[in-house]
Structure formats: C-alpha cells, structure tokens
C-alpha cells in the first residue's frame, strides 16, 4: 500500500462533534464533508456522545465545547484517551475567547487533555485549515517511523533553550511556540497558537514594533530588547531577534527571544533614551518624553507638574499620562502631596511596596502601587521649577542603570520646562502691569473672550465688576506718587477678595476689572462687591504721613442676564458703576436693564422657551456626588439646560426665573424628573451601583395638588426605586405660601423618596422650620464652601452646619467645592457628600455614562489581585 493509499485510508474514520451551539454544528458538518469522512456524528452534549460512542467502529477525530468550568468535558477527554491507547481519536477544542481567558479553562488546555483548537463561533475557512493540520500529522506519523520531510528538524525546535515563536506575515498570527517559550511565558500553548503576536512580542512601544517591521522588511532581520508580560500579569526582560523567513512557502517571522543580561537591559534604556533625544521641542514635547518612560517601564500613571513663580504651589501641569485612575480623582487627593514632597525633599525612588510612603487616605494607597518614581526637575542654577512623577501597579529592580537613565531623562524634562519659563515670562512682561504685577488692559480683553467663548459652550454665568479706586490722602489731596504707593496695595486687597480661578486686571490709571467666574445667583457676585467695599475701606500705611484711604465704587453687569457680547458688558458694568457713584462713595451697584429693553428680552426668550421641549433643545446634565469619606461616587444631581440653535447654551440662571414666571416651570419641572429617572435606573442596572439621583422641586410644582401621584406615575413608568430619588426645596420656599408643603413632603417620604433642603443658609428659616421639615439631608449653599479657607466667619457657618445636621440625625451635603482645602476642611469636620467643580462640572449623560465604565475598569483593576490570591 502506497503512503497516498495510507494516508486515504487514515481519513476514512469517524468524526464525533458536541456542542451545544447548533449553529457551531451545521458549520462543522459543512467543513467535514469536503473531508470524506466515514460518517459524521454530531450531538449536544457529553451525555449523548457518550450514547453514540458504542455505535463508532473507528473514532478519527473529536470536536468538543469546552467552556471555562467545563469538568464533564475534561473527564471525557480523558475517558477518550484511555479508550484507545495506541490509537487516541486527535482532540479539538471549540472555545469561546471567554472561556480561554479564565483560569479553569487554561488549566484543561495547558494539561495536554486536547491535540488543538478552534475559536468558537467557528469560521469555517479557519476550521477547515486547523483539521487540515491535525490530520496531515496523523498521516505523516502513520506513514512511516521516520517524520515527514517538513518535521525532519522539529527536535532542534522543541529542545532548543531559546524561546521561539514562529508569527505568519500575512495575518500577523502565531504558527507556533516552543516548549521553552511556552515554559517560561506560563501561557498554554492553545492561549498562543493562533493569536495576534502583538500580545507576546515584547517590543516596547507600537511606534517600536513598527520600526522594527519596517526594517524587517527592508532586510530581513531585526533586534529590539523589551519586556513580555507572563500569563500571571507578572513581566520579565527580553532580548529579541525576529528574522524573516519560508515555511512551507508561505513567509513567517521567526521570534528568538534570549535571556538579555545586561546587554539588553543596556540596549532596552538607550533605545528609551534615544527616543527621548529626539524628541523635538515645543508644546507637546514634555507629554512626548512622559510617554515614553512611561513606555519603558511600563507605568499606569504619570504626570509632570510646573509651580508657579507667583505662589510656588503646584498649579499647572505640564504632562499628564492617566492609564488606569477614573476621572480626576487623582487631581484630588494624590497629585499634590506627593508632588509637594518631591519639591521639600530628593528623589522618590521605590520599587516595592510605595504605597507605605503616600497619605493614608490616597487613592495610590488604596490601588496598592507597588512602585513610585519621583524627581524634581530644576533647572541650571538648582531652583525648583517642578516635579515629575510616575506609578506603576508591579513592582520594579531599581538598579544603577534605571536611576542613572531616569536621572537624565528629568534633566531634560527640567531643560524643557526652563525654556518654556523663560518664553512665558517673556511674553508675561508684555501683559502684565508694571506697577501692580495684574494682568493689563491686553490680556484682560484675551481672558474676558475666553471666559464668554466657554459659557457659551457649557451656559455658565459669570459677573464683570468695573472697580474705580479714588486714593484720599488723610489731610492732602492725593498725588500721583502717593497713587503708586497705594496701587499695589489696593491690588493685592482686590486678589485677597476673589477666588483662584477669577480674574483681576488693571484697567487704566485708578480703574479695575474683576470677572468673577461660576456664578449660580446674583446675590454670590453682589456679596464680593461688597467684601472688596469693605477690604478698601481700610487705611494704607505709609512712611511719610497718616496714610491713605480709598474710595471704591463698583459697578456689576451679568452674562447673559444684561448682555452676551464683551463690549456691552463692560458698558454696562461702567455705567452701573457710575450710578453707584451718584449714590455715594464706597458703594456698588448692578445694571438694571431700561423696561422697554428688558421687556422686549423677556417676551423674545419666552417665546423660544415655549418651543424648546418640543424642538428637542432641553438637556439634562448630571454632576455627580462623592462619598466624603472614600471619594466614591453615591449619586448625582439633575440639572436642565437648553442648547438653542441661535443662541446657543442658555445659562439656567436666565431661563429658569422666566420659566417660573409663566408656568412654563412645571412641565420643564416633570420632564426632567422622568428623564433624571429614566437615567438612574440604567445606570444603576448596567452598573449594580445603588445610585441616587437628585431633582430640584420649584415653588408651582409644589402647589400642584396631584403631585404626589405625578411623581409616583414616573416613578412606576421608569421602574427606579423611589429610594433612590432625592427631591430638593429651596430653603426660601416660605410654609405661609404653600400651606401645604409639609403634608406634601410627608407624602413623599411616605411613598419612599427622599427629600433634602437646597440652599441652606442663605433663606430666612428658623430653628423651628428646620426641626419641622421632614428632610433627610441638608445642603449647604455653595456660597459657604467657596469661602473656606479665606473668610473665618462662613467656615465657622459651615462647621455648625454639619453639627446641626448630624444632631437632628440628617446628612450634610456641601456643594461649591472646587479646591483642595476645601475637601480638606469638609472631611476633617465630617460631611457626608461632596459637590462641586473639583471632582467634575455637570456633564450630559453619555459623559456621565463614560465617567461610570472608566470608575468600573479601575475598580475591576483594584480587585483583579486580591480575587487572584
């Protein structure tokens, strides 16, 4: 008998397939019959395979789901073998991606229990050329003692002590491994044959492997050192070689991987070092070198952060690399004192167990990190310009090489940052005033068209305050030496009175110009007014006399309320500061629009209003609400906006006044309400997170005799929780007007919601009132928290507010909170849940979604170490 009869008669057996997918079986039956099998037999299961065993003279070959937990399976692939001995059936498996991932699954594949396997859902072309392939080896092993001309040499490939992995040119796949590889990497060899080899190649970066391709197909050959990831997530050095070469007549790269001693640890920092050499200058170059180290030693965090001349604190970041942490919590509580602590310090160089050296509370702590990397960066005459910081979940050997090679790297990171201090303060001499240091009248109109360029994107209000000092000599007429005397001092008083993130500028001679940012009412903007009153009303000492008063009068214009266009608001401003002056000085005074202009607005906007629910231009934002304890997201507040097509983002503080004003409140009030519903409830299924959503309740709506089983028709409607609704009443809404609000909100905690007092503080309640009303948490008005940290009275306001409302057995939740003192002061004195800019703005609700599936993977992360132990 010839080896072609052989090999005929070798395929002429049985093929035995069980599967549950019967779309898996129809497609394996339609590949097996090109194949001339004697019969084909395909079932469910393993019960019924074992049935049909006794019905099959000669079992060729088995195609068998295999599922990550599936032990009936294993035990059968066993039963299979040891029912034939001398002649095993070959054994495929048919294995979905998730099962291959879990732990059980690689267990069955890596124990020698299957011959191969086939991705399920079966491709039929893929099927067709793995049986091919196992087939082809039967015939070749049956035909005669000595191997098949192509497996002459496959000795020298199994026994070799390099690790070897064989990758097909055209799919980019790999052919095969060696025992070695497959030894030293921990992957089975199922988890390898078959895969892209991106996923074991161990080149350093993509912008590596594809310089390393390119020059492959250039000549041939190329050699790169990297590390490669083990099946347990853990990693090791590599010194590699591909080469380019025929296998069967089809090209392949041919993967030598070596242990790379020195050499290759060598070759690995220079290549990291190179890289960063050529980096080029300009804006993007520090994120350029970042990424790289972070490439080279395989980092989930980094960031490089710039201190302010003006105040040496950490106000500016450079560079930022955020792989693995959700949504600015690492702004919040990790960034700055670790940063702070380079600055004070030296180097931070910890390759295990880091996290010891980190704030007990820090989120790098919580993650675990096993390595920090630190230095600060300085320029040529050894003064601090900022720090450079890098985690990594793994620990890491930091040795000579690695400290040496970062050690440059931050001498250049600080040549870079030197550079661009030097051209920033060029270019800040031509934009600042020479006698107060403030922004002059150029840059304040460049800050003023940025600030209205993003409300209207995101329908911020903000206040413009035109500020004329008059500097009074105490028993002289004022000079204009005396004038440069005061000056400066009145401008430091003008920073003291306003917030980081507001602007300050001089205008001209004894003018200034103050925007003051996020402002929610009014009566916020009209409260700094008067603070700055007050703050100048105080003498300037100086050496030749009794000293100087000033006086100050200020003018205050709203966007959008008075206009949307920069000249109209200045306009304003100055003449609401001119009317102050009528009124006296040391005064200050807001613009009120002529009725005939304030009526035509009012009645233009209405009609736009009337149509905006059923044009489709109202919005729901959500800004979420943090757990003041782990900095965990509990909830979320519902905030309507409405994005006009010619007007653009319309602030709430403009339309909502109106909206309450024709009624048109009510049906804006129930259409956020079923939205806000409708969102928690997806998110708290997709999520398995008990979320709370909180939604404001105006005056009319209260009034509403039914709205009790309104509120309980969208709650049935969207299936959400009524525990998991917070409906808010402003502190000023008075019981005299609404007679029954109490019954009202009795009513709905009766039916399972929560009810919470917005704005507090800022109403006329008393004691009493607060004792009365059937709240379960309490929200202090952000106008308190804003002023933590700069005014003693509104922190003391804020620390008997928590007080009061945990003695009445209520929740505190602050909002406004947008620095880190102010979390710090919250936290030390106990409140429950934050809210504010720092943790993030409102954002719509497919930002809102993104931000819950980055907190899920980060989370996933964090218990993917511990779920392994």
């Known amino acids: ?437 403030l922004p002059n009248r150029l840059l304040f109109g460049d800050r003023l068209d940025s600030t209205l360029k993003q409300a209207h994107r995101t329908g911020e209000s903000f206040a413009l305050l035109f500020v004329e000092l008059d500097p009074i000599h105490a028993g002289a007429a004022a000079s204009p030496a005396s004038s440069d005397r005061v000056l400066p001092v009145a401008a430091q008083r003008l920073r003291a009175c306003v917030r980081g993130y507001d602007t300050v500028a001089r205008y001209s001679g004894c003018e200034f110009v103050v925007i003051l940012r996020h402002i929610v009412k009014r009566e916020d903007a009209l409260r700094i007014a008067e603070k700055i009153v007050r703050a100048m009303d105080a003498p300037v000492p100086v050496e030749d006399g009794p000293g100087h008063r000033i006086r100050t009068t200020i003018g205050l214009s709203f966007h959008p309320d008075d206009a949307i266009a920069a000249d109209r608001l200045l306009l304003h401003a100055e003449e609401a500061m001119q009317a102050a002056k009528s009124m006296g000085h040391s005064n200050y005074q807001a613009y009120v629009l002529v009725p005939e202009e304030s009526q035509r607005q009012r009645l233009a906007l209405e009609q736009k209003l009337r149509k905006a629910e059923r044009n489709g231009e109202l919005r729901v934002y959500y800004q979420p609400q943090i757990d003041g304890r782990t900095e965990d997201i509990v909830g979320m507040e519902a905030l309507i906006r409405w994005e006009n097509p010619e007007l653009g983002m319309i602030s709430p503080g403009f339309f909502i006044p109106l909206a309450e004003q024709t009624g048109l409140i009510v049906s804006l009030g129930q259409w956020v309400l079923r939205a806000a519903c409708a969102d928690a409830r997806r998110w708290q299924a997709r999520f398995d997170l008990p979320l709370r959503v909180s939604v404001n309740l105006s005056a009319l709506q209260l009034r509403q005799a039914d709205l009790v089983e309104r509120i309980a028709a969208i709650l049935a409607e969207t299936g959400l929780d009524p525990r998991s609704l917070d409906l808010e009443v402003t502190e000023s809404i008075s019981l005299k007007a609404i007679p029954n609000l109490l019954d009202t909100l009795q009513a709905l905690r009766e039916i399972g919601c929560r009810t919470s007092i917005d704005d507090f503080g800022t109403g006329q309640s008393s004691l009493d009132y607060i004792k009365r009303f059937p709240a379960d948490s309490i929200k202090i008005d952000q106008a308190f928290v804003r002023n933590i940290g700069v005014d003693p009275d509104d922190e003391a306001i804020v620390r008997a507010t928590i007080d009061m409302a945990h003695s009445l057995g209520r929740s505190l939740v602050a909002e406004g909170v947008e620095v880190e003192r102010h979390v710090d002061f919250l936290r030390a004195h106990g409140c429950d849940v934050l809210q504010g800019y720092l943790f993030c703005r409102p954002v719509p609700a497919p930002a809102f979604e993104a931000m819950l599936l980055e907190r899920e993977r980060v989370f996933r992360r964090i218990a993917e170490p511990s779920g392994a132990s």
């Open 1 to 437: 008998m010839t080896q072609g009869e052989q090999a005929g008669e070798r395929r002429r057996g049985a093929v035995l397939i069980v599967s549950g997918d019967a779309d898996d079986r129809d497609r394996l039956c339609a590949v097996l019959d090109a194949l001339e099998f004697d019969a084909i037999y395909a079932v469910a299961d393993v019960v019924q395979a074992r049935l049909v065993l006794g019905q099959i003279a000669r079992l060729n070959l088995v195609l068998l789901a295999l599922s990550g937990d599936d032990r009936v399976a294993a035990t059968f692939c066993t039963e299979l073998r040891q029912a034939a001995p001398l002649d095993p059936p070959a054994i495929l498996a048919l294995i979905r991606a998730d099962a291959l991932a879990s732990a059980s699954g690689r267990g069955y594949l890596s124990g020698g229990l299957v011959t191969d396997w086939i991705a399920s859902p079966v491709v039929a072309e893929e099927a067709l050329a793995r049986i091919a392939s196992v087939l082809d080896g039967q015939v070749a092993h049956a035909a005669s003692p000595l191997v098949a001309v192509g497996e002459r040499y496959r000795f020298a490939f199994d026994d070799s002590h390099e690790e070897l992995l064989i990758v097909d040119v055209e799919s980019g796949r790999v052919v095969d491994a060696n025992p070695a590889f497959l030894l030293r990497s921990g992957h089975a060899r199922v988890q390898v044959v078959g895969a892209r080899a991106e996923a074991f190649d161990g080149f350093p970066s993509v912008e590596s492997r594809l310089e390393s391709l390119n020059r492959l197909a250039g000549e041939g050959r190329a050699r790169f050192a990297g590390y490669r990831q083990r099946a347990d997530a853990s990693r090791y050095p590599v010194d590699a070689e591909v080469h380019l070469a025929l296998s069967a007549g089809r090209p392949v790269h041919v993967y030598t991987f070596r242990d790379p001693g020195d050499l290759g640890r060598y070759r690995l920092a220079m290549s990291t070092l190179t890289a960063i050499h050529r980096t080029a200058g300009g804006e993007l170059a520090v994120q350029q070198i970042l990424r790289h180290a972070m490439d080279w030693l395989e980092c989930d965090w980094g960031v490089v952060a710039m201190l302010c001349p003006e105040s040496s604190e950490f106000t500016r970041v450079i560079a930022a690399d955020d792989r693995a942490l959700p949504f600015g919590l690492i702004e919040s509580s990790d960034r700055e004192p670790l940063l702070r602590l380079l600055v004070e310090g030296d180097d931070l160089l910890e390759g295990n167990e880091a996290w010891r050296v980190v704030p007990a509370d820090s989120l790098l702590r919580a993650r675990r990190y096993e390595c920090l990397i630190g230095f600060p960066l300085r320029d040529e005459r050894g003064g601090v310009l900022g720090a450079w910081l890098m985690a990594r979940a793994l620990p890491l050997e930091i040795d000579a090489l690695i400290r040496d090679s970062l050690q440059i790297i931050a001498t250049r990171i600080g040549l870079d940052l030197e550079i661009r201090q030097a051209r920033e303060q060029g270019r800040a001499r031509g934009l600042r005033d020479a006698l107060t240091g």
